[in-house]
C-alpha cells in the first residue's frame, strides 16, 4: 500500500511540474503531517517543513519531531506565534483552534513568500471537513488547489485517504508519534495543543491560556500512567476521558483541585 501512494503520488507530481517547485509543509508533528512529509520526501519532491510554536504549546513532543525530520533529511522551521496568537484571539468567542490555524496560515503563507517556496503542503485526509463543501468548489484534482484562496496553490498528499488508510500506511512507513494522552475531541485520536481545551462558547482571556495548559499537564501525566485518553475543558475543569474508571477520576478530580482553587482566588483577586 505504501508503494503504491508513492508511486501515485510519483505520477502526480510529475503530471503538475512538482519536482521544479519548492514546496513548505505545515508539520504538527501529528501522524497526518507526519505521513505527508514521508510520501512527499520519498517521492523525490523538494520538501521542507515548518512548525509554529508559541508559550503554551508542548514541550515533550518536539525532540521527537526534530529526530523524524532529521531522519528524513529535511529542513525543519521553526516559528514561535505566541504574539501573533494573543493578538488575534483574546477578547474573541471560542474555539481558539479557528483563530490560530488562520495565524498558522498566514504565517506559512509570509514565510513561503519570503523564503522562495511555491507551493504550501498540508496534511488533510478524506475525513477532514476541507474534503466537503469546501473542496468541492475546485473543479481540477483536490490533492492540489487554490482553496483557501490565500495566494500559493496548497497541496494535500492525503486528500484521496481515509483516517483509516492514513493509519494504515503510517503503521507500514513505520511512523510513531510521541503521544500526550489528550482526549482529541475528534473522532480519530489527534492531539494538538493544550488551547484546544478552552471552553469553546468561552472569550477568550490569556488567564485561560496558563490555566489550559497547568490543567492538562498534570491530567497527561495521569492519562499516561494509566493508559487512557484524558483532557480537561476550562474554565468549567469538565474531565473528557475515553477509558477511565472510577479510580482514574477521582485521581484526575485530585489533580485539579489545586489548580481549580488557585484559578478562583486569583479571578476573586482581580475582581
Same mark, same amino acid.
Given at each position: 500500500?505504501?508503494?503504491?501512494?508513492?508511486?501515485?503520488?510519483?505520477?502526480?507530481?510529475?503530471?503538475?511540474?512538482?519536482?521544479?517547485?519548492?514546496?513548505?509543509?505545515?508539520?504538527?508533528?501529528?501522524?497526518?503531517?507526519?505521513?505527508?512529509?514521508?510520501?512527499?520526501?520519498?517521492?523525490?519532491?523538494? =520538501?521542507?517543513?515548518?512548525?509554529?510554536?508559541?508559550?503554551?504549546?508542548?514541550?515533550?513532543?518536539?525532540?521527537?519531531?526534530?529526530?523524524?525530520?532529521?531522519?528524513?533529511? %529535511?529542513?525543519?522551521?521553526?516559528?514561535?506565534?505566541?504574539?501573533?496568537?494573543?493578538?488575534?484571539?483574546?477578547?474573541?468567542?471560542?474555539?481558539?483552534?479557528?483563530?490560530?490555524?488562520?495565524?498558522?496560515?498566514?504565517?506559512?503563507?509570509?514565510?513561503?513568500?519570503?523564503?522562495?517556496?511555491? =507551493?504550501?503542503?498540508?496534511?488533510?485526509?478524506?475525513?477532514?471537513?476541507?474534503?466537503?463543501?469546501?473542496?468541492?468548489?475546485?473543479?481540477?484534482?483536490?490533492?492540489?488547489?487554490?482553496?483557501?484562496?490565500?495566494?500559493?496553490?496548497?497541496?494535500?498528499?492525503?486528500?484521496?485517504?481515509?483516517?483509516?488508510? %492514513?493509519?494504515?500506511?503510517?503503521?507500514?512507513?513505520?511512523?510513531?508519534?510521541?503521544?500526550?494522552?489528550?482526549?482529541?475531541?475528534?473522532?480519530?485520536?489527534?492531539?494538538?495543543?493544550?488551547?484546544?481545551?478552552?471552553?469553546?462558547?468561552?472569550?477568550?482571556?490569556?488567564?485561560?491560556?496558563?490555566?489550559?495548559?497547568?490543567?492538562?499537564?498534570?491530567?497527561?501525566?495521569?492519562?499516561?500512567?494509566?493508559?487512557?485518553?484524558?483532557? %480537561?475543558?476550562?474554565?468549567?475543569?469538565?474531565?473528557?476521558?475515553?477509558?477511565?474508571?472510577?479510580? %482514574?477520576?477521582?485521581?484526575?478530580?485530585?489533580?485539579?483541585?489545586?489548580?481549580?482553587?488557585?484559578?478562583?482566588?486569583?479571578?476573586?483577586?482581580?475582581?
Amino acid at each position: 500500500m505504501l508503494s503504491k501512494a508513492i508511486g501515485e503520488l510519483k505520477d502526480f507530481a510529475s503530471r503538475e511540474g512538482l519536482y521544479e517547485r519548492k514546496i513548505l509543509l505545515m508539520f504538527s508533528g501529528g501522524k497526518d503531517s507526519s505521513l505527508a512529509l514521508y510520501l512527499l520526501k520519498n517521492a523525490g519532491l523538494n =520538501i521542507s517543513a515548518i512548525t509554529f510554536i508559541h508559550r503554551w504549546s508542548w514541550r515533550e513532543p518536539l525532540p521527537h519531531m526534530l529526530k523524524f525530520t532529521a531522519s528524513l533529511g %529535511v529542513e525543519h522551521y521553526l516559528v514561535d506565534i505566541t504574539e501573533s496568537l494573543l493578538r488575534n484571539s483574546l477578547g474573541k468567542k471560542g474555539p481558539i483552534c479557528i483563530h490560530c490555524k488562520k495565524v498558522m496560515l498566514k504565517n506559512t503563507y509570509w514565510f513561503a513568500r519570503i523564503n522562495g517556496f511555491d =507551493i504550501i503542503a498540508k496534511g488533510d485526509n478524506a475525513n477532514d471537513k476541507i474534503k466537503g463543501a469546501l473542496l468541492d468548489q475546485w473543479k481540477g484534482d483536490h490533492r492540489l488547489s487554490t482553496i483557501p484562496r490565500i495566494g500559493i496553490p496548497i497541496l494535500r498528499p492525503l486528500i484521496n485517504y481515509t483516517a483509516e488508510e %492514513v493509519e494504515a500506511l503510517a503503521k507500514e512507513a513505520d511512523i510513531r508519534v510521541f503521544r500526550m494522552y489528550e482526549y482529541g475531541r475528534r473522532r480519530q485520536w489527534r492531539e494538538g495543543c493544550p488551547l484546544q481545551y478552552i471552553d469553546k462558547e468561552q472569550i477568550i482571556e490569556k488567564e485561560y491560556f496558563d490555566l489550559a495548559y497547568k490543567a492538562n499537564y498534570e491530567i497527561s501525566k495521569i492519562a499516561r500512567k494509566h493508559k487512557v485518553r484524558m483532557s %480537561v475543558l476550562v474554565p468549567s475543569f469538565r474531565i473528557m476521558c475515553h477509558g477511565c474508571n472510577e479510580k %482514574v477520576l477521582k485521581e484526575a478530580k485530585t489533580a485539579l483541585e489545586g489548580i481549580k482553587r488557585r484559578s478562583a482566588n486569583a479571578s476573586s483577586g482581580k475582581n
